[in-house]
């Protein structure tokens, strides 16, 4: 077992699969959480094949198909409901892995329940960390440590103190997520409804009679618009004017990036929205944080001494980076195809989706 004195900090999905990676590599993690009690926005997810194969490779998968939904296929219609494209989401995926959609509350405890709740210490904030690893706490403790993971998400403490050039940077949309019921979906299909001005409606069921709802568009502003948001949405047909009508309680969200993955710090290692924040076009969020979990534990586990951490901090920037990459550049091009013309949209999709579709995942076949 390794020696090194090991610090996580934020007790959500990047953070718990951090845990769980380095559990299983015979790494004892300290896990904080800046938050008194395990909280969870957002409402649904959508899991695509490396992020499945990821969960599987922590010894999940079992509890995952208890709590989770296959999806088996992907189909894109306009706004009125008209059929743009459809296919099997295996023509994506191939033997990469399975789809799956879940409620976001599902997939945290699923990584609770198998870190141990009792393994977190809640109500324990990140004030300062300094270049040899010392962290200071919210209650001026403090304690060096030999690396510190940064799994804080979007307004990460650790990324401040670390990179605090790295600021999040919005993207442009906002959106509104919610869970509804299911029985208008069909149960194993992912669909997605494009209008102008960058509108967007995603569904996919997650079992127990719901389906994960996420309606986005194009803001100059970050925050919340007033009045009732789905009067912006009034123009789309079925199913998405049949969900709309159980958004009472939608959770905001604007779209913001963080491009940080490759900056270097001798003590400090960033995973999920920490580093790279991004938009959901491509349902990377949770894979990305989980793979970067794996990557991490598996260059930890190879530093058996504190003057090891740097080369194995770098050996993990450096297997991360194209991969991230990638998934960056691939958003950009998704974001930018929901701005075509509706009649050059249409026919694109309509003969090139599936194609697209494949070239949007294709550098996320293999394992990380």
């Known amino acids: 077992m390794t020696a090194l004195r090991v610090l996580i900090a934020g007790a959500g999905i990047a953070g718990l699969a951090a845990k769980r990676a380095l559990s299983l590599r015979g790494i004892d993690a300290d896990l904080v959480e800046r938050d008194p009690a395990p909280r969870i926005t957002g409402a649904g997810l959508y899991l695509p094949g490396n992020a499945v194969r990821a969960l599987r490779d922590l010894g999940l998968s079992g509890r995952l198909a208890e709590r989770s939904q296959p999806v088996l296929r992907q189909q894109l219609k306009d706004e009125r409901g008209r059929l743009l494209a459809e296919f099997p989401v295996s023509t994506i995926w191939g033997e990469a892995g399975h789809c799956v959609a879940m409620r976001r509350t ?24 300094t270049q040899d690893g010392t962290v200071t706490f919210g209650d001026g403790t403090s304690t060096r440590y030999d690396v510190v993971i940064g799994a804080d998400g979007l307004h990460s403490a650790v990324r401040n103190q670390a990179f605090p050039e790295a600021q999040p940077r919005f993207l442009g949309q906002v959106c509104w997520r919610f869970l509804a019921p299911s029985a208008s979906l069909a149960a194993d299909t992912w ?3 494009l209008g102008d001005k960058g509108r967007t409606f995603l569904s996919v069921p997650v079992g127990r009679g719901l389906a994960y709802c996420s309606a986005a568009m194009d803001s100059a502003d ?6 009732d948001w789905r009067a912006m949405f009034a123009g789309f047909g079925s199913p998405a004017s049949d969900l709309l009508a159980y958004a009472d309680d939608a959770h905001f969200a604007p779209f913001f990036e963080v491009d940080a993955f490759e900056g270097a710090h001798p003590h400090v290692a960033l995973i999920g929205d920490a580093g790279h924040a991004c938009s959901p076009s491509m349902s990377q969020g949770s894979a990305m944080a989980v793979e970067d979990a794996i990557v991490l534990a598996d260059k930890l586990a190879g530093a058996r001494h504190r003057a090891d951490v740097p080369a194995s901090l770098a050996a993990y920037r450096l297997r991360r980076a194209d991969r991230l990459r990638f998934v960056l550049d691939q ?10 013309p509706a ?5 694109v999709f309509r003969h090139f989706a599936k194609e697209i579709f494949r070239a949007n995942h294709k550098d996320l076949l293999t394992r990380p």
């Open 106 to 129: 599902d997939l945290h405890s699923l990584l609770l329940d198998a870190v141990g709740e009792s393994q977190v210490r809640f109500a324990t904030g990140v004030r300062e960390v």
């Open 191 to 193: 669909t997605v409804m």
């Open 222 to 227: 970050p925050r919340r618009p007033a009045g």
């Open 331 to 340: 958003n950009h091009r998704r974001d930018r195809a929901r701005h075509l």
């Open 343 to 347: 009649v050059v949209r249409r026919v």
